[in-house]
């Protein structure tokens, strides 16, 4: 729905919805990877700040991208029944130094 509603307005950088999708769904299969072959206790991205983590930033307290990781790497994990327990956590520099923190 938010896909389809950004790409029928004129000012949709389709090629920045692009990557954020491809990078994405790559980061999600890397967590997944690392998830399912690996016991780790902490996993996390830790970015700076370009565009694909500003797209959207100022309607949304997630970055789109961390919310489409997130929510990629569950669905991998449960198609697959890998348990996802630990969470992978999200960090964006920020002007108030916060990060975000996906729930299970």
Not at 4 to 15: A, F, V
Not at 22 to 42: C, D, G, P, Q, R
Not at 66 to 90: A, Q, R, W
Request: glycine share 2%; net charge positive; hydrophobic share 40%.
């Amino acid at each position: 729905m938010f896909v389809r509603r950004e790409l029928k307005k004129n000012k949709t950088n389709i090629r920045l919805i692009r990557d954020i999708y491809i990078v994405a769904s790559i980061a999600a299969y890397l967590m997944f990877e690392v998830t399912k072959n690996l016991e780790v206790e902490i996993m996390g991205w830790f970015s700076d700040r370009d565009d694909l983590l500003n797209y959207k930033s100022s309607q949304l307290d997630t970055p789109t991208i961390f919310m489409l990781t997130h929510t990629l790497y569950h669905i991998l994990c449960e198609n697959k029944g890998v348990d996802s327990k630990n969470n992978p956590i999200f960090f964006a520099p920020e002007r108030k130094a916060t990060f975000h923190m996906m729930p299970c």
